[in-house]
């Protein structure tokens, strides 16, 4: 994918960042993915898209001073109708925080919870049709959720987006492959008591890199760290990392020739 297209309800469309320092973040970013920045819709208040060779890839936004929040990379996922979608998780058992709500001419937004209570974005796109840009070295490619175990979760979000859900068959591994149109789009992990106690169930977003080791340590000599070293995976070699504030998120360098979604067990 090349440029931004419409897509199916259900498919990670965009990531987006809230972060207390706006400028330092940026700079750790450009620094880290050559991200290049312009203002994003005003009604989000201090908000910027990140471009690569001109082409939208992500969203940093700011927290207003007051709001004690953690600070965490949000996946979005695409809806045709952010209000049906919103009160369909209600229904399902999940949470809508905040919205729906318009982002000016580019669409409109919530920010959920599924039951387990990992948050995530709904996105209605109108002008902004979501990452316009995936593969390169400094883009998304891929999002999995983290959670206790996914018997339970699978069905909610089955329920919301009509996902066709290919566990894997392997004894003492939880994860189960999101399909739309039989095309891989997402996972849930359930990794048991290895969820961590001070984030819980969660999204993780993936960023590809043309050299992971260098990146690792591009991200320690940035102020942010490493949390967990690199390692060979089913598909590229994973690195986990925080930025200086904290968010955590996945770098992957993807194999050779065509790549399955990154599972990490």
């Known amino acids: 994918m090349t440029e931004a297209t419409r897509r199916t309800p259900g498919t990670p469309c965009w990531v987006s960042l809230m972060v207390h320092g706006l400028d330092a973040t940026q700079e750790f970013y450009a620094t880290l993915f050559g991200w290049e920045f312009e203002p994003g819709p005003q009604q989000l208040g201090p908000y910027v898209r990140a471009l690569l060779d001109g082409r939208e890839v992500a969203g940093i936004g700011q927290l207003p001073p007051d709001r004690h929040l953690p600070v965490a990379w949000t996946t979005y996922l695409a809806t045709d109708d952010a209000g049906e979608s919103a009160e369909t998780i209600r229904c399902c058992g999940g949470t809508v925080a905040v ?11 919530a920010i959920c919870a599924d039951p387990a209570g990992a948050v995530f974005g709904l996105w209605q796109a109108k002008a902004h049709l979501g990452t316009a840009k995936a593969g390169p070295a400094g883009t998304p490619v891929w999002n999995e959720l983290l959670t206790y175990e996914t018997g339970s979760v699978a069905k909610f979000y089955r329920s919301v987006f009509a996902y066709e859900a290919e566990p894997l068959v392997s004894a003492g591994h939880d994860y189960v492959t999101l399909r739309l149109d039989g095309r891989p789009v997402a996972a849930l992990h359930g990794v048991g008591t290895g969820l961590p106690r001070d984030r819980g169930a969660h999204w993780m977003t993936y960023f590809e890199v043309g050299d992971v080791d260098a990146a690792a340590r591009l991200v ?5 760290q490493v949390l967990r070293p690199p390692r060979e995976g089913t598909a590229g070699r994973p690195v986990l990392v925080a930025d200086p ?3 955590v998120f996945t770098l992957v360098q993807a194999e050779d020739g065509e790549a399955d979604p990154p599972r990490v067990l």
């Open 220 to 224: 320690a000599e940035l102020g942010g």
């Open 245 to 247: 504030e904290g968010a």
């Open 99 to 109: 919205g729906p709500l318009e982002a000016g001419d580019a669409g409109r937004m």
